[in-house]
């Protein structure tokens, strides 16, 4: 293990060596602003950082993607990467900190999508679209109180051009995937618009490997399981987003943003499985599976926002509207094959149809009371609508022939309703060095489920909370930062966690629990920033969590009637209480405008309390983890970018769950030729194969454990070509204008 951490360290510092040895210093731009040639020749443009990468506030850390070159060929999932405390695993699911419920935002309104719209989303979202990222590890009572994890609120670009260009391209992969593109930007004094186009094509294969046992309470072995499944997967998705912004005046400004994204999905599976089965049923259950889907999903938002300055600094009107919408179709059919011949094969036809649609109003409105304060308040609503229609038919075989019936117990069909209100208030005080934010979250929300086959599993609940926050900051005249704060979070519910309605699987079945409660995190976190003029920073943060009643999975198993044998099931329960504390350093060294370096890292310490059933003693666990990762980029001479990555995570115990470490090493070339107008580029993510997904599961309460092993196309080469024409001369970063300065 530390031999492969020495090679990451190693190549970072070979590429600084490179850097060191060719890089021609006096062709570098010293101006911040671009000039244009009073000849007929294309204007030169160069690359100055006009803020640093990174900045931070006593609320806010943010990540200036737009003075990053390492990411801008690349996509929203790899900006976020960068991103303090974010992780992105494989398959496109975020963590910040360790913490799955976090909440991604866009331009400073809740995203309001489903898991699988959102990676869509930053899968196709170009990066530099993305002026920045907001990492709010302790929101104050402004933001919405939902999700122990903290929220990511992702800027696009709002910077005015005076010019327009076109530009087209394609990038590619070794998965294989193909994306071409084109996008368009067209800009004056007083209206704005940007938009992008693009195909997507791709294939990706997972092989999984896992293994299990199960004993009864005396120890004696139970059953045995073994599987092999190799996945193979095809995708071919289109995206089109556009953000535009009108400026009639100093006053008002109205912006518009949104998108578009269908995806086609074709998904095979073939499952060996060696199932025994030793006291309950005895016998061999052992199966082939093969299995064909196709799915469709169409996915867009789009928003609204509007903002009225008066005549007073700071006094300002703001209003939005935000809707977000996905209609999702699956076809497929499952083929079983016993290698018993005690058992009949099976095989299944299923049909999944699922609409979602959110839609959110907001009103914020901001007002001075003296030169050194200001109160704002605001008011939101929001109503969602989700419809799944699921039906299964199960194919029999008999004296008329083989003929399909319909699977009612492996059938569904639901309609959910989800409305919240919320109010807050916030009041901001300035005095010397310091700033004093205080403030008041109120949250009222409304679930409501229904089964029209099966109303005895309905679910209605109301949901009602209170959320203060408390953010103190301090700012010397040599550029230190301090700050501490602490607010109060809470996980609610899902309408599915609190029904009775059983949903049965091939194997399995899961079941909701109308008793479940929310859970309430209270925070508290510290930090101290320092900015070196033309170097680049150096933070350090310290949090600590109490989280109350988390939610966890009660997995276990019992004789269900309608398999006839012991199956397993799963449960949402309140299991206990989590303590979490940790530290994190970020420092970034950045020389003049050809060169930086960025570190970050952190280690943490996770202590959980969980007690499944009251005649039982609690379940502790402990955790100490840590991860780092490591960022080079370079200008080489006057064409070539170099850009490097290394990155580690350490094993990982959450519950009755072990990930293993994982780490990899991302190198990336960059070229620009005539005036910037053409660029190339190539990256290698991953560049040794090194990353893998791999845990072993327990479960002490029926003696369980299981290791699984999901092998993906870990390395991958990514390419692309692009072209612009047009005028390129920009006006420079205006990051105080617009969607970027309205907190």
């Known amino acids: 293990m530390m031999e492969k951490i020495n090679v990451l360290m190693a190549l970072l510092l070979f590429c600084a060596t490179v850097f060191a040895q060719n890089t021609d210093t006096t062709t570098v731009a010293k101006s911040d602003t671009i000039i244009p040639k009073k000849t007929t020749e294309l204007p030169e443009v160069g690359i100055t950082a006009k803020k640093p990468v990174y900045m931070t506030d006593g609320e806010k850390t943010m990540y200036n993607v737009s003075e990053d070159p390492a990411v801008q060929s690349g996509t929203a999932a790899d900006a976020l990467?960068?991103?303090?405390?974010?992780?992105?695993?494989?398959?496109?699911?975020?963590?910040?900190?360790?913490?799955?419920?976090?909440?991604?935002?866009?331009?400073?309104?809740?995203?309001?999508?489903?898991a699988e719209a959102l990676k869509i989303l930053l899968q196709q979202m170009p990066a530099s679209d993305i002026e920045k990222i907001e990492v709010i590890t302790n929101p104050s009572a402004r933001y919405s109180a939902q999700g122990a994890?903290?929220?990511?609120?992702?800027?696009?670009?709002?910077?005015?051009?005076?010019?327009?260009?076109?530009?087209?391209?394609?990038?590619?992969?070794?998965?294989?995937?193909?994306?071409?593109?084109?996008?368009?930007?067209?800009?004056?004094k007083k209206f704005t618009i940007s938009t992008y186009l693009q195909y997507w094509y791709s294939t990706s294969l997972h092989d999984r490997l896992s293994e299990s046992a199960i004993y009864d309470d005396s120890g004696t072995l139970s059953s045995t399981d073994s599987s092999h499944s190799i996945r193979r997967f095809r995708e071919d998705q289109t995206g089109l987003f556009l953000n535009a912004s009108w400026t009639p005046d100093t006053a008002n400004m109205v912006y518009f943003y949104g998108g578009f994204y269908p995806q086609l999905t074709h998904y095979n599976a073939v499952d060996t499985t060696s199932w025994t089965e030793y006291l309950y049923n005895p016998g061999d259950y052992s199966y082939h599976n093969t299995v064909h889907n196709r799915s469709g999903i169409l996915s867009g938002y789009v928003g609204l926002w509007y903002e009225h300055k008066f005549n007073n600094q700071g006094h300002k009107l703001s209003a939005s509207a935000t809707y977000a919408g996905q209609g999702y179709r699956l076809s497929g059919d499952l083929q079983r094959d016993y290698l018993s011949p005690r058992l009949a094969d099976r095989d299944?036809?299923?049909?999944?149809?699922?609409?979602?649609?959110?839609?959110?109003i907001s009103v914020d409105y901001t007002i001075p009371y003296h030169q050194n304060g200001e109160v704002e308040t605001g008011v939101s609503g929001s109503y969602s609508y989700n419809k799944q229609l699921l039906t299964t038919d199960t194919l029999v075989a008999a004296d008329l022939g083989r003929y399909y019936v319909h699977d009612a117990v492996r059938s569904m069909n639901s309609r959910g309703q989800d409305g919240d209100f919320d109010a807050y208030v916030t009041v901001?005080?300035?005095?010397?060095?310091?700033?004093?934010?205080?403030?008041?979250?109120?949250?009222?929300?409304?679930?409501?489920?229904?089964y029209p086959d099966s109303p005895a599993d309905n679910v209605r609940k109301l949901y009602w909370g209170i959320f203060p926050s408390i953010h103190l900051s301090y700012r010397t005249k040599n550029m230190h930062n301090f700050k501490l704060s602490y607010t109060r979070r809470v996980n609610n519910p899902q309408a599915s966690d609190l029904t009775t309605y059983r949903r049965y699987g091939e194997d399995n079945f899961s079941t909701g629990n109308p008793d479940l409660r929310q859970a309430f995190t209270n925070s508290v976190e510290a930090g101290w920033t320092k900015y070196i003029n033309k170097f680049g920073n150096v933070g350090v943060n310290a949090w600590f969590k109490n989280t109350k009643d988390k939610f966890s999975s009660l997995a276990d198993v019992c004789h269900d009637p309608f398999f006839g044998r012991i199956v397993y099931f799963s449960q949402p329960i309140n299991a206990g209480r989590t303590l979490n504390t940790g530290a994190e350093v970020n420092v970034t060294y950045q020389f003049k405008s050809f060169m930086n370096i960025r570190f970050y890292g952190n280690v943490y310490y996770t202590k959980s309390a969980f007690q499944f059933r009251d005649e039982e003693q609690p379940y502790l666990t402990e955790n100490l983890g840590y991860s780092f990762r490591l960022n080079f980029w370079a200008k080489l001479w006057k064409v070539l970018e170099v850009n490097a990555a290394a990155n580690y995570q350490s094993q990982n115990v959450f519950l009755f769950t072990t990930v293993r470490p994982s780490y990899s090493i991302d190198l990336g070339l960059r070229a620009e030729f005539w005036k910037r107008r053409i660029a190339v580029w190539v990256n290698v993510d991953d560049l040794f194969d090194w990353n893998r997904n791999a845990t072993v599961n327990t479960n002490p309460y029926y003696s369980y454990s299981d290791s699984t092993r999901v092998s993906y196309r870990a390395r991958t080469v990514r390419f692309g070509l692009s072209f612009k024409f047009g005028k390129m001369e920009l006006e420079g970063s205006q990051a105080g204008q617009g969607q970027g300065e309205r907190q």
Do not use: C
């Open 428 to 450: 901001q005080h300035r005095f010397g060095g310091f700033t004093l934010k205080g403030g008041l979250r109120s949250e009222l929300l409304s679930l409501n489920l229904d």
């Open 81 to 114: 990467q960068n991103a303090p405390g974010v992780e992105v695993d494989v398959e496109g699911n975020i963590t910040l900190r360790g913490v799955s419920s976090v909440q991604i935002w866009l331009n400073n309104r809740p995203a309001n999508m489903n």
């Open 149 to 188: 994890g903290g929220i990511i609120n992702i800027v696009t670009v709002s910077d005015i051009r005076k010019n327009s260009f076109l530009s087209f391209g394609a990038k590619g992969s070794s998965a294989p995937e193909a994306i071409p593109f084109l996008s368009y930007v067209y800009a004056n």
């Open 348 to 360: 299944w036809l299923q049909t999944n149809d699922h609409q979602y649609h959110r839609g959110n």
